[in-house]
């Protein structure tokens, strides 16, 4: 019966621990919230992917050079449920502009890559979709 104990005690405190690094992994520390920024570009790749799907957007800089940036969006559930996405809502070579939060550090996100946390999305037909409401 102790043992029995030992090991529930165990588990309810490695589930404790765990639950504290799920919250610290969806601060939004590395945004500057009271900052916006836009950038418009081609479709590099969209990856569809759990936790969160990415969006790698070609962008001319203002010396003419491209630079790839990632714009990671909800988990997938919630741009499925929330805004109808899916696996083949961006294709390479789309026209899209995303307007948001830029970082508040010079970390980069992905592989060097520059990072914008998205609010809206201009998609390649013209439409405007809210992706980050107020509150979220």
Known sequence: MRHKTLAILLVVLGCGFHSTAVFAH???????????GTIAGTVKEFDWQNPHPLLLVDVKNDKGDVETWAVEFHPPNVMS??????HSTFKPGDQVTIYGHPEKKSVS??????SLRPVKVTMPGGQVITVDPPGY
């Open 109 to 114: 996100m992905v592989n060097g890559m520059k």
């Open 26 to 36: 969806h601060g939004a520390s590395r945004w500057d919230v009271d900052a916006w």
């Open 81 to 86: 449920r929330g805004v109808g996405w899916n």
